[in-house]
C-alpha cells in the first residue's frame, strides 16, 4: 500500500470541480486534496513565475481543443498554445518527475521542434483502448520530462 498522496485538480468549471470532488471521495481516504476553480494557462503561467510554488510528482495535463470562455481573458487553441503550457507544467514538476499531456484534437501537430530540451515521448499507441484500435486518432498522448542533458 503507497503512503497518502496529495492531489491537486485545476478546471474552469465548478460543475466538473465537483464531479472530480465526488470521484476522489469515492477512491481515496487519505492524502490532502485541494481543488482549484481558475483558467488553467493563467494558473499555469502564475505558479511558473513565482519561486516558491508548489512542485509535483506527476502532472496531467488534458486542456481542450478550443475555448473562448468569458471567463478567460485570451481564446485557447490547444495547437498555439501547447508549447507554452507545456513548458509551465514541466517547470512545476520535481525533478524526476513526469507530465503526462494528451489532446483529442484530430488534426493536432507536436511542435517538437520548440520543444527540443525536453524528452518528449509519444504514448499514443499504448493508450488508445482495444476497442478502438482501428480508429487510433481519437487520441494523442505524451509522457514528457525536462532533459537536463539537453
Ligand atoms: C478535459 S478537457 C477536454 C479535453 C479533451 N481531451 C480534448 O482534447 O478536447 C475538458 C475540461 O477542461 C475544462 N476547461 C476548459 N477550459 C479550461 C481552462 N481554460 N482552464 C481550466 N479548465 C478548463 C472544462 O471545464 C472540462 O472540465
Not at 496529495?6 to 478546471?11: A, P, Q
Request: net charge negative; charged share 20%.
Amino acid at each position: 500500500m503507497g503512503g497518502a498522496k496529495s492531489t491537486t485538480t485545476v478546471d474552469m468549471s465548478n460543475t466538473y470541480l465537483q464531479w472530480a470532488k465526488n470521484n476522489l471521495a469515492l477512491n481515496t481516504h487519505s492524502g490532502e486534496h485541494t481543488f482549484i476553480q481558475a483558467d488553467c494557462l493563467e494558473w499555469l503561467a502564475n505558479q511558473a513565475s513565482q519561486a516558491d510554488s508548489q512542485h509535483y510528482d506527476l502532472i496531467f495535463l488534458d486542456p481542450p481543443t478550443f475555448s473562448n470562455s468569458k471567463r478567460m481573458d485570451d481564446v485557447f487553441d490547444i495547437q498555439i498554445d501547447h508549447v507554452q503550457l507545456i513548458k509551465n507544467a514541466v517547470s512545476l514538476l520535481k525533478t524526476g518527475g513526469i507530465l503526462y499531456f494528451s489532446t483529442n484534437f484530430r488534426r493536432f501537430k507536436m511542435d517538437y521542434e520548440a520543444l527540443s530540451g525536453y524528452d518528449v515521448e509519444d504514448m499514443t499507441a499504448k493508450t488508445i483502448p482495444e476497442d478502438f484500435s482501428r480508429n487510433p486518432k481519437i487520441h494523442y498522448c505524451w509522457k514528457i520530462k525536462y532533459d537536463a542533458s539537453n
